[in-house]
């Protein structure tokens, strides 16, 4: 069932130029997201580096009994051994709100001298369901884990401890005995986050669009000078269309498919002008062959009318049928040759077979066979003949005709013998066709 089309059949340019839109658009729908993850993880360990330096520098000034004033420079929380909160920067202590999502304090075994959280720092992690976050600044849309680190400090005096100063409702420094603080440093996420949120807005709303666009007229315009050989390989044949066969179409120098069409529009045209020769020789050939039966017959038939008393009509219509033979024999020979030809332009396994299969052809039985149908003939000549064996590849009814022809024209012009001599030499076959006749002056 056809189905009507809707729209207009598009063109090699406009489809090349919609492949590469596709294509480009395709590509930066993967690599939008790639490059933001890969901008994201960069980012998120720069600011993993940038935790570690805080937490070092963290802990130096909590055991000097630095100010308030110079802290806050990073997220952080200092933890007593309690778990109370004796100072932060940028974090909110949610216990108020929701004591499960505190910080995770360390046990009090894991204060201990012999626990391996004693001096060192790990990575943690806290799920913050939906609506909550460390800090303000950072998105509360759907849950998220962030990333802290800990570190357990030497034991810091309480002398130390006095001197920082307590902000918020948490516990006094002040009355405080020696202790252990545990730290925590926020790896803020937020820098990557904005920074790879900008970066994948501006891919896919900005670049991409424009890029893809770019592309496609750049596809366009290649196509197009791809294409130029095929436009002067039309413009040549329109011309061929014209009259001109001897024009032939450029050919590009670079070895592709388009080359490859050259050539072969060039072979076609070769063969159609060496067709139109052939035609044009053939219809020569047959006008030059016809004339002399057709005048002869003619001379034959206004002498008896214009006499018709005194003519011999059984011989005037004898010699009418003997010129009619000829133009018979004629028109047989010039559709034998259109035949032949056709079939040479054919491939070998689609050729015509009204000419005869090819196989093998026994050229002495041949000849025998047709000097054996000459002895019966209504002229009395005698017929010679030496025959060697001989066997030809091909269609017998040409090599019939052949001989046809020269045995047709010795015996016309022959006073009363015709030789015929048949010799293999070398692979080749010679065919002779003598009479006793006074030949051609």
């Known amino acids: 069932m056809l189905v009507p089309r809707r729209w207009p059949a598009l063109g090699v340019r406009a489809r090349a130029a919609g492949a590469a839109l596709i294509a480009s658009a395709l590509a930066f729908a993967v690599a939008t997201p790639l490059v933001g993850h890969i901008v994201r993880v960069r980012l998120e360990h720069a600011a993993l580096e940038q935790g570690w330096a805080a937490i070092a520098d963290l802990e130096a000034r909590v055991r000097a009994g630095a100010g308030g004033g110079e802290f806050q420079n990073y997220s952080y929380a200092v933890l007593a051994q309690d778990g109370r909160w004796l100072r932060s920067a940028n974090l909110e202590d949610p216990r108020d709100t929701d004591p499960a999502l505190g910080l995770p304090a360390l046990s009090p075994d894991q ?56 902000n918020g409702p948490r516990a006094d420094p002040a009355n405080l005995p020696d202790q252990q603080l545990l730290l925590y440093v926020l790896i803020d996420p937020l820098t990557g986050d904005e920074t790879a949120a900008t970066l994948t807005r501006v891919l896919a709303y900005d670049v991409a669009p424009a890029t893809s666009l770019f592309v496609a007229l750049i596809a366009w315009l290649a196509t197009g000078l791809a294409l130029r050989p095929v436009e002067s390989i039309r413009r040549q044949m329109a011309a061929v269309r014209g009259g001109a066969f001897h024009e032939r179409v450029p050919v590009p120098r670079a070895r592709d498919g388009i080359h490859r069409l050259a050539r072969t529009t060039n072979d076609t045209l070769d063969r159609l002008q060496h067709a139109l020769d052939e035609q044009r020789r053939l219809v020569a050939d047959a006008s030059h062959e016809l004339r002399s039966p057709l005048a002869a017959l003619r001379s034959s038939l206004e002498v008896p009318l214009a006499h018709p008393a005194s003519a011999d009509w059984p011989t005037v219509v004898r010699g009418a049928l003997t010129d009619a033979e000829r133009l018979q024999d004629l028109a047989d020979d010039l559709l034998l040759l259109a035949r032949a030809e056709r079939d040479t332009d054919r491939p070998a396994d689609t050729a015509d077979t009204d000419a005869g299969a090819v196989d093998a052809v026994d050229l002495h039985d041949l000849i025998a066979e047709q000097l054996a149908e000459r002895h019966y003939g209504g002229r009395e000549l005698t017929y010679e003949s030496e025959l060697d064996d001989a066997v030809l590849t091909g269609r017998e009814t040409l090599p019939a005709r052949l001989v046809r022809n020269l045995l047709d024209n010795a015996a016309r012009h022959a006073d009363g013998r015709v030789a015929v001599t048949l010799a293999v030499a070398d692979g080749w076959a010679q065919l002779t066709v003598e009479d006793d006749g006074p030949g051609i002056p």
């Open 111 to 166: 204060y201990s001298t012999d626990s391996p959280h004693r001096l060192g720092t790990d990575l943690v992690t806290v799920r913050y369901p939906n609506g909550h976050a460390p800090h303000y600044r950072l998105p509360t849309a759907g849950p998220r884990t962030y990333r802290f680190l800990r570190k357990l400090t030497e034991p810091v005096s309480a002398a130390r401890l006095a001197q920082l100063p307590p």
